[in-house]
């Protein structure tokens, strides 16, 4: 599976290169997150992983232009990943581990809605990363009403044609052997079986943690598992190309070292993410698309 990324491209825009993203062997597109934001400026990358609620539309596109960008990705045979955020929602401007008042008082005044209210210290202690939040007020996932309000919204989005899901921040979501049947449960109940599943474990080394997110998703990260047909692999993302910290570490780099690693890249593995970079035309070169049909080509001698 061969998934480009614009970010952070509103669904018209976007919608204007079909055509040629197909023609460049691509599978599917990811979207930026749909969900209702606390500051709805999509020329800002962070902010568009601060959402207030589980509903469909924001300044990057309305439930109706979704709609019509999912019939049209279909014509041309593409498939459509959307980006939900279900760990977290938007921060209080004044303290980050309360939710901010926009969230939907549904969430907000239940306190049984959320993770206790400290912040991850170590990245590898599990009942730290899983119990706590990150910079920003976590939900508690574990409550039944939680996973009925993230089940409804999906399906919701299925019902909009999307065929998959990018789930950011899976690594903070505790897992079966962790006592916590949370994916499991939500894969069940998905109304569609067999849709396109991957989740954002980035920087976890245990191959045992990362096999175990196998079990209900591919699983897009650094480091490989057991298997490396079940992850998804990139070699930047919107993290790497738009954090002002250290993480933003790809943004140094040459397009052509972006091209020939990504090549390289996708030789090894069968499912990929490739990030179009704001307003640069790196994507369209004629080496991605040799690459990938060199890739389709291997898939079929098998």
């Not at 606390?38 to 109706?64: L, S």
């Not at 977290?88 to 005044?109: T, W």
């Not at 307003?279 to 070169?285: I, P």
Request: aromatic share 14%; charged share 25%.
């Amino acid at each position: 599976m061969r998934i480009v990324y614009s970010f952070p491209e509103t669904l018209n825009k976007t919608s204007e290169k079909l055509e040629t993203i197909k023609n460049q062997g691509f599978d599917a597109i990811q979207l930026p997150p749909i969900q209702p934001l606390k500051e709805e400026d999509p020329t800002v990358w962070w902010k568009a992983f601060q959402p207030i609620g589980f509903k469909i539309g924001n300044a990057y596109g309305t439930k109706e232009e979704l709609i019509a960008f999912t019939e049209k990705c279909k014509k041309l045979g593409l498939r459509v990943y959307a980006d939900a955020i279900i760990n977290h929602m938007g921060a209080d401007n004044n303290n980050p581990l309360e939710p901010n008042e926009l969230v939907d008082p549904i969430l907000r005044n239940n306190s049984s809605y959320w993770k206790e209210k400290v912040k991850i210290k170590d990245w590898h202690n599990r009942q730290d990363v899983i119990h706590h939040c990150m910079d920003l007020p976590g939900l508690n996932v574990y409550n039944k009403d939680v996973e009925d309000m993230i089940v409804n919204f999906l399906n919701e989005l299925i019902d909009c044609g999307i065929s998959g899901f990018r789930f950011d921040a899976a690594k903070s979501i505790g897992l079966p052997s962790e006592g916590y049947r949370f994916w499991p449960n939500l894969i069940y109940r998905l109304k569609v079986y067999g849709l396109f599943l991957y989740g954002e474990v980035i920087f976890e080394e245990n191959p045992k943690i990362i096999d175990e997110y196998a079990n209900y998703m591919y699983v897009l990260g650094n480091y490989d598992g057991s298997n490396r047909a079940s992850m998804v692999k990139f070699i930047e993302t919107h993290d790497t190309y738009l954090s002002e910290d250290s993480l933003g570490y790809s943004k140094f780099w040459s397009t052509e070292k972006v091209i020939n690693d990504y090549c390289n890249l996708i030789e090894y593995y069968d499912n990929s993410l490739f990030y179009i970079r704001p307003n640069d035309n790196m994507w369209q070169n004629g080496k991605i698309k040799q690459a990938h049909e060199r890739a389709r080509a291997r898939v079929r001698k098998r």
